[in-house]
């Protein structure tokens, strides 16, 4: 009895270890320009959004999978959850437009 | 060579804007006191339109675009401001200026005359052709006239975020259908 719970913590410990392979990804917003245009990244990889501008953005998929809203001078993060190659844009300034391909 | 680009170039604004001819007939070559201050009159044009369009819209997209404008054409200006202070240069006023600020006073009296869905409609369509005409004038007029690098740099990135206002303009328009 002893043993089984010591096995169930061990694998724990197991399925929690994985997401320590993950990378933080930074995709920066300067003077109306997404940079990289295009990244690619994994499931489970942390995107860093940075915007540098004194105006508001968002990152916004156009397949509805992530919409995140970048104040002025500030940053955010989101991780990726599912595989695929995700267009966005910004919603205040749809020309800015970038790729993400996520690798499963 | 010169005056043919010129008088092209005359052409060209008079198809778009009857208004910005009238500043490039008066000088072939705007300097940068003066394309501050156009650049700087058409911030503030917006900012009126939107101020106007916040107590007057009643679609919920239409106001968020209203705010939108306001927040970013104010942050605009604000650069402009700090530039035109750190160069130690005086905006002057102009014709194309004085003309412009004419023509946006007549819309928000023709605006404020209409309500409801018919000025939600009117004031995005009349946004469209704004950025529209300005993101004109920024390209073929203000930005190859800016002598100051700084200013010149300021016009660009007021280009691109004219423009996606346009596009913004354009998809809030499509909505309203």
Known sequence: MRLGRLSSIALV??????????ATI?????????????????VGDTIQWINKDVFAHTATAKNGD???????NKSATSVLKKAGTVDYYCRYH???????KIAP | MFVRRSAALAAAILLSSPVLLQGAR?????????????????????????KQAQKKAKNKDVKAFAEDMLRDHEAVN????????????????NDTSKALSKQASDKLA????????????????????????????LETQLIPS????????????????????????????????
Request: proline share 5%.
């Open chain 1, 13 to 22: 410990f197991a399925t929690t270890a994985v997401p320590a392979h993950a």
């Open chain 1, 26 to 42: 930074e995709i920066t917003m300067q003077n109306l320009v997404i940079s990289p245009a295009e990244v690619t990244a994994k």
């Open chain 1, 66 to 72: 992530f919409d995140v809203n970048l104040p002025p």
């Open chain 1, 94 to 100: 749809p020309n800015m437009k970038a790729t993400l």
């Open chain 2, 26 to 50: 008066a000088a072939d070559k705007l300097t940068d006191p003066q394309i501050a201050h156009i650049a700087y009159t058409a911030g503030v044009i917006d900012i009126n339109a939107a």
């Open chain 2, 78 to 93: 604000k650069q402009a401001l700090a530039l035109v202070k750190k160069l130690n240069v005086t905006p002057e006023d």
């Open chain 2, 110 to 137: 023709e605006l404020d005359k209409l309500n409801g869905a018919a000025f939600d409609k009117a004031y995005v369509a009349n946004e469209v052709a704004y950025h529209k005409t300005v993101n004109g004038a």
């Open chain 2, 146 to 177: 800016a002598s100051n690098a700084e200013l010149k740099s300021l016009l660009q990135t007021g280009l691109k975020i004219f423009q996606g206002h346009e596009q913004h303009a354009e998809h809030v328009a499509a909505e309203l259908k």
